[in-house]
């Protein structure tokens, strides 16, 4: 079974510096996903990042990119230039390979709400 | 296009009552998930139907919870007789057949039992 640790309930940034939300996982898959979602208060939780295991190179978007350790079994987001609109929960979640069918069910981590402070 | 879309967004009822929650997943998804989130503690998954029929169960808590998928369309997910312990906030997603394709969540139903 695989396990999510979000380490972090809480955490507050300054509107326009970076932050790091930590996540740290377990499993004995070799090849898996991890995301980031992020759910704003009372509105869909949308997926704002995704990094494919095999993968050696982090993954970016835009202002959001990943710290992938697999060794360490690792995966922090960073948010560049934060912005009010990144204040919400931030889950960091599990989904092993497979190969064939479609999404399968997702380990999530207990989440981390995040405050941008203006 | 319309995202996933969970009805009601808040629902306070007592301790016995039943409620049904609501989920229309975006259109030409034929799977769709259940996930419940408890205060403070992580989303965890209920159930994977694949069109109307259910592929994975095993997280459902108990036989108080009822899913049900009519036509492969929308799906309902009743508690009947609710308990406290049901207090949530109810997640419903919908994807694609496509291999590890990404599934999207609707806004979660607050559901408060007292």
């Known amino acids: 079974a695989q396990t999510v640790t979000q380490s972090q309930p809480e955490m507050s940034v300054q509107e326009a510096e970076t932050v790091t939300l930590s996540c740290t996982y377990d499993?004995?898959?070799?090849?898996?996903?991890l995301f980031w979602y992020k759910q704003p208060p009372s509105r869909q939780m949308i997926l704002v990042i995704r990094?494919?295991?095999?993968?050696?190179q982090n993954a970016t978007e835009n202002r959001f990119s990943v710290n992938f350790q697999k060794a360490a079994k690792s995966f922090s987001l960073k948010i560049s230039d934060s912005q009010l609109g990144d204040t919400a929960m931030y889950f960091c979640?599990?989904?092993?390979?497979?190969?064939?069918?479609?999404?399968?069910?997702?380990?999530f981590g207990t989440g981390t709400k995040l405050q941008v402070i203006p | 296009e319309a995202g996933v879309t969970q009805f009601p967004s808040h629902s306070v009822i007592e301790k016995g009552q039943t409620v049904t929650l609501r989920c229309d997943p975006i259109?030409?998804?034929?799977?769709l998930y259940w996930y419940r989130r408890v205060m403070g503690k992580e989303i965890k998954f209920l159930l994977h139907?694949?069109?109307?029929?259910?592929?994975?169960e095993s997280g459902m808590p108990n036989n108080r919870f009822l899913a049900e998928r009519t036509g492969g369309t929308y799906s309902t997910l009743k508690v009947q007789p609710a308990e406290l312990e049901d207090s949530g906030v109810y997640f419903c997603?919908?994807?694609?057949?496509?291999?590890?394709?990404?599934?999207?969540f609707g806004q979660g139903t607050r559901l408060t039992v007292v």
């Open positions: 997603a919908s994807s694609q057949e496509r291999v590890n394709t990404e599934a999207f």
């Open positions: 499993t004995s898959e070799s090849n898996y996903y």
């Open positions: 990094q494919e295991a095999y993968k050696q």
């Open positions: 979640a599990f989904m092993k390979h497979q190969n064939s069918g479609g999404y399968q069910k997702v380990t």
């Open positions: 259109s030409g998804h034929d799977n």
């Open positions: 139907f694949v069109k109307e029929s259910k592929q994975d």
